[in-house]
């Protein structure tokens, strides 16, 4: 990924294709990949609170509340779109200036954000408008010969999971529920 490859790798939610979300070029082959316009916004994972603040002018409070809230039910993995994204790639960031992004804490996608030190880009590893790839097993061949790099860990796992739910939080406090 620093080189600008894309990967496929599992999150704490559905099989993922990923990059370095500070990088254009990256972000392109992803939307090509994918078979997806790049006015579609795509999401990015992070491993802290922390390193989710060094992409927006500012977190609001009410952002803050919603993601302690989320860790004291152990709830569904949950994607915030939020107002101001900076330091990220320019075709990322949708046309309002939001980016959807999630704090993961799933063991293996945490490490990768840990270790990369930046965000990275997590959409579903599907052909837009095809069912996302639950399971490994799922993933279209197309999207396994595009990518650079296949992650090994959870290879072998064949159980449900669903893609995140997504709430919009605006800046002046509105909040929007995207996806349950």
Known sequence: ????????????????????????EAVKRVYEIK?????????????????????FRQVPDVAW??????????????????????????NLIAEDG???????????????????????V???????????AQNYCDIDPRILEAVDYVCWSRRQEHKPHTPSSIIKLKENGEVTIIRK
């Open 122 to 132: 997590s959409t579903s590893a599907n052909i837009s408008g095809e069912p996302a």
């Open 35 to 55: 078979q997806r316009d790049d006015s579609k916004a795509l999401i990015c994972l992070v491993d802290s609170d922390a390193r989710l603040q060094r992409y």
């Open 98 to 120: 939001s980016i959807g992004i999630r704090i993961t804490n799933e063991p293996f996608s945490k490490e990768l954000c840990y270790r990369f030190q930046k965000a990275i």
């Open 1 to 24: 990924m620093r080189k600008g490859g894309v990967i496929l790798y599992p999150t704490d939610t559905v099989w993922g294709i990923g990059c370095d979300a500070t990088n254009v």
């Open 65 to 90: 509340q919603l993601i302690d809230s989320l860790k004291e039910v152990d709830a569904k993995p949950t994607t915030l779109i939020l107002d101001g994204a900076i330091n990220l790639a320019e």
